[in-house]
């Protein structure tokens, strides 16, 4: 979309085998999905549980190992990179996670929890390193630093936790974050603060993002592109305002309905749900189960992610108005 990539997702799957024996099978949480991601850009990944989101976003720090496909940072093939090539890559991409405190070990300081990787990716120590958490803590808003840096995660609120989960993600200097639902857990009267703090890091560290969310009101907000997931699958990928105007998949109207305060394009009278087939081998749409245009053609043969406008705008439906 004019921009030259910085993460470069070409046809990502990850597998995971289940059962034992005669009765082991595969499924693919995340089946053939690509995509990409410029300098100071957000891609939004929106999607209900179990739709592959943060399975992508393990992928891209490299907790996970794709079973296959590609995953370029900056030019370079990082898909099975190891040792101090791994190393070198988890210093540009970092990971902030949904749970705050959970991502927090409770018997540290704040002061402890920074240091370490300060230490291991800047190699400061003494005034430089007393001085490094200082800034970073007045970079994600929490002052007075000297005192915030000898509490205790339990001592924090909610929004203070996950404001010391995104500045020990910024430590290492990194280029691009992955934030894995990472306001869903904060009380609602904050969230937009972790946003917006978000959004300035962006600026003024000229950082990309992966936003994983289930929220499509969060996404339009903060990403600059939105992709939407379903069964593993791309449903639909696009600008952010062209795919909250004018969506095209029928499961993006589904999300839209479902939003809050968001005027749905149409009134969908949904089947029952139930789980998207994740199984190695399965036919058809991921979404035609509860798809109220599912034709024959649907549940037979997996629908190509075709471009509609401009070529900024994709989608995977074999019944596009």
Known sequence: MGKQALVDVQDLVIRFAVGRGSKRKFITPVDNVSFQIAEREVLAVVGESGSGKSTIGRALVRVLTPSQGKIYFDGTDVTKSKGRGLRNYRENVQMIFQDPFGSLNPVNTIEQHLKFPIRRHQ????????????????????????????????????????RIAIARALAVNPKFLVADEPISMLDVSIRADILELLNELKDNFDLS????????????????????????????????????????????????????????????????????????????????????KVTDVCRQTAPALSTMDRDTHLVACHHID
């Open 123 to 162: 190699k400061l120590t003494g005034s430089k390193l007393h001085d490094k958490i200082e800034e970073l803590l007045t970079v994600v808003g929490l002052t007075p630093a000297n005192e915030v840096r000898y509490k205790y995660p339990h001592e924090l609120s909610g929004g203070q936790r996950q």
């Open 209 to 292: 993002y992966l936003y994983i969310t289930h929220d499509l009101a969060s996404a339009h907000y903060f990403g600059d592109k939105i992709m939407v997931l379903y069964g593993g699958r791309v449903m639909e990928m696009g600008l952010a305002d062209e795919l909250i105007r004018n969506p095209k998949h029928p499961y993006t109207h589904l999300l839209l309905a479902a939003t809050p305060g968001t005027a749905a394009r149409r009134n969908l009278k949904e089947t029952a749900i139930q789980a998207p087939n994740l199984f190695e081998g399965r036919k058809g749409c991921p979404f035609a189960h509860r798809c109220p």
